[in-house]
Nanobody, 131 residues
Framework: QVQLVESGGGSVQAGGSLRLSCVVSGYTDIPSGYCMGWFRQPPGKELGGVASIDSSDVTSYIDSVKGRFTLSKDNAKNTLYLQMNNLKPEDTAMYYC???????????????????????WGQGTQVTVSS
């Protein structure tokens, strides 16, 4: 059984940092066309991709987090990380770790909901940034 378990969320002031972790278990081979990464859903808004890594370890980020967020992974620990620096109030959202279709990480192509999405998703961790 595949499980993705996120941790590391919390409340910080603008300009602060957080590191999200996602421990993956039960996942041996990522299907072709799938990426690992992070989505987020701000209050009252749609679910959207933030950062992803593909099977060749190429990372991608949405423009609004480039230069501030860094996605990395530790294969020995089966863990995916999202280092978030210089956080802004607009980064406030529930953050989800996912293994899903790579193209859905692009802006405007996020799934309607986790339940409707393909692949595997974690339960989420809340990030709140105050001004």
């Amino acid at each position: 059984q595949v499980q993705l378990v996120e941790s590391g969320g919390g409340s910080v002031q603008a300009g602060g940092s957080l590191r999200l972790s996602c421990v993956v278990s039960g996942y041996t081979d990522i299907p072709s066309g799938y990426c690992m990464g992070w989505f987020r859903q701000p209050p009252g808004k749609e679910l959207g991709g933030v950062a992803s890594i593909d099977s060749s370890d190429v990372t991608s980020y949405i423009d609004s987090v480039k230069g501030r967020f860094t996605l990395s992974k530790d294969n020995a620990k089966n863990t995916l990380y999202l280092q978030m620096n210089n956080l802004k109030p607009e980064d406030t959202a529930m953050y989800y770790c996912a293994a899903t279709l790579c193209w859905t990480f692009a802006v405007g192509y996020g799934p309607v909901s986790r339940e409707a999405a393909s692949g595997h998703w974690g339960q989420g961790t809340q990030v709140t940034v105050s001004s």
